[in-house]
């Protein structure tokens, strides 16, 4: 494991102390536990943009995609525990 410093401002410094106290962890944990959650949510929204990305190009390749209205009612469907037929995706347009 290695060692790394960081500067931080005197009153950044005290927040800390104070929001790693009233979480019950010592300000290492805390700020070990923030750069990790930090970390761990740009690898999220690289994995969110790169899926977005694939799927939008696959749009744009076969010119096809399901109707937001039809999009919906499967959504709203499966939120009410219904278990509806998937809609198809179709030509843009039509």
Not at 13 to 40: M, N, P, S, Y
């Amino acid at each position: 494991m290695s060692t790394t410093t960081i500067r931080l401002e005197d009153a950044l410094k005290e927040r800390v102390a104070a929001a790693a106290e009233r979480a019950g962890k010592t300000t290492h944990a805390f700020i070990l536990d923030a750069i990790a959650q930090t970390v761990e949510q740009i690898e999220a929204d690289e994995q969110f943009h790169d899926v977005a990305d694939t799927r939008w190009a696959k749009v744009l390749a076969t010119g096809k995609s399901v109707p937001w209205s039809e999009a919906r009612a499967y959504l709203q469907a499966r939120a009410h525990g219904e278990r509806p037929r998937k809609p198809s995706a179709r030509k843009l347009g039509r």
